[in-house]
């Protein structure tokens, strides 16, 4: 599959107008007819149990999907867990987690097992705990709490199965530089070394040698807030974040995902505007020279769609969160489309994950009108050349 182009809206979104700005758009072969693996649609499907917005989706190992927390139309009443059955293509009740929570993260662990860490509790409390949900039980349990309470941070899953957990916004509404690791092997979080910036809203994947490479966000808040274009890597075998060449756009809101050859494509956000200042723009990160390049714009902005990005066979991506309708898009080429079909998305907090046989499902979100809902949809590609990759 292929990535779609996203229709220049400003000089600055053309390779002309970033020649002119002296800026590099990196497209790798030139975009005439689309490619033939970029033939997806979106359909509706039954309802989840309840409305979210700010949940996560985690693919469990038997194909299901653990739906967990978030938020409905009242925004300080956490949600609990729900799981989609990938079969029946309904979503099911299963145990409930100790503490109802929004903002928070879900990493599937290698064991099978999900870790959910922090977020807002629906008394509006950053907390520290965490616990783990049990797919062969359907239950959860309480695993030993993070140092610090925090909700819009970041959690990865490590090439040696612990789970980096990083930055944030805390009690007092306090931006964290902060980083922690979770120890399957304990049940216990630990204080690693801290990144350069404080950073709230940015996004972090792991790199083909086991770096984590922390990119954008924002901190403060109103009239003092500053968007970076700032990044970082972690290293796991030091404990240290160090900085590499910043990106050439300042993002937060924003998503990423790791290419097939190591690459990490950012992927549209906003500026200090929000809704106003959403970005089509997208960028790659080339871990062999720690810079970034521009590369062919979305065809919509996006923004607030964090975990919403997925690798489709052919080498495409489906980008489903973050505006009112998913795309799809081709990395190597800038070319791709809008996704045909009924489906008008919220899009912006909603949460995605990979189903079996090719499929993607999309839950709940908010935007374009709609507030939060139990909305949700599934991604089928029709040349059934295998499941997508998240």
């Known amino acids: 599959m292929a990535d779609p182009v996203r229709t220049p809206v400003t000089l600055g979104q053309t390779a002309i ?95 099978g097992t999900v870790l959910v860490s922090g977020g807002l509790t629906g008394d509006g409390r950053y907390t520290a705990s965490a616990e783990i949900y049990d797919p062969s039980t359907r239950a959860f349990r309480p695993v030993g709490a993070m140092a610090v309470g925090r909700s819009g941070h970041e959690a990865v899953l490590m090439a040696d199965g612990r789970v980096l957990v990083v930055g944030g916004v805390g009690t007092g509404w306090t931006f964290l530089a902060s980083a922690e690791i979770y120890d399957p092997a304990t049940a216990r979080f630990t204080a690693t070394g801290s990144m350069r910036e404080l950073r709230e809203s940015h996004v972090a994947v792991r790199l083909p040698d086991g770096r984590v490479l922390v990119a954008g966000g924002h901190r403060g808040r109103g009239a003092a807030i500053v968007i970076s274009r700032t990044a970082e890597v972690f290293d796991p075998a030091t404990g240290r974040f160090d900085p590499v060449s910043p990106m050439d756009v300042r993002r937060h809101k924003h998503d990423a995902i790791a290419l097939a050859d190591g ?28 810079r970034f390049a521009m590369a062919a714009p979305l065809r919509m902005s996006r923004y607030k769609h964090r975990g919403t990005t997925f690798r489709v066979p052919g080498g495409g991506l489906l980008v489903a969160g973050g505006a009112a309708r998913a795309e799809e898009y081709d990395p190597a080429s800038g070319e791709g489309r809008i996704l045909d079909g009924e489906a008008t998305l919220a899009g912006q907090f909603s949460a995605a994950a990979v189903l079996p046989g090719g499929r993607i499902l999309v839950t709940g979100g908010y935007g374009d009108g709609k507030g939060p809902g139990p909305t949700a949809w599934i991604y089928d590609q029709d040349s059934g050349r295998g499941a997508p990759h998240p």
């Not at 700005?21 to 790798?28: E, N």
């Not at 309904?90 to 409930?96: A, K, L, N, V």
């Not at 690459?263 to 020279?289: C, H």
């Open 17 to 111: 107008g970033a020649a002119l700005l002296g800026v590099s758009i990196v497209v790798l072969q030139a975009a005439s007819a689309l490619p033939a693996g970029l033939d997806g649609r979106l359909r509706s499907i039954a309802p989840m149990g309840a409305a979210r917005a700010a949940h996560t989706a985690t693919a469990l190992p038997n194909g299901d999907v653990l739906i967990m927390g978030g938020f409905g139309e009242a925004e300080g009443r956490a949600a609990g867990a729900e799981v989609f059955d990938s079969e029946a293509e309904r979503f099911t009740s299963t145990g409930q987690p100790g503490l109802a929570r929004q903002s928070h993260a879900a990493t599937r662990l290698a064991d």
């Open 263 to 290: 690459r990490v494509l950012i992927l549209g956000g906003a500026d200090e505007r929000d809704n106003d200042g959403a970005y089509t723009s997208v960028e790659v990160f080339d871990p062999a020279t720690g």
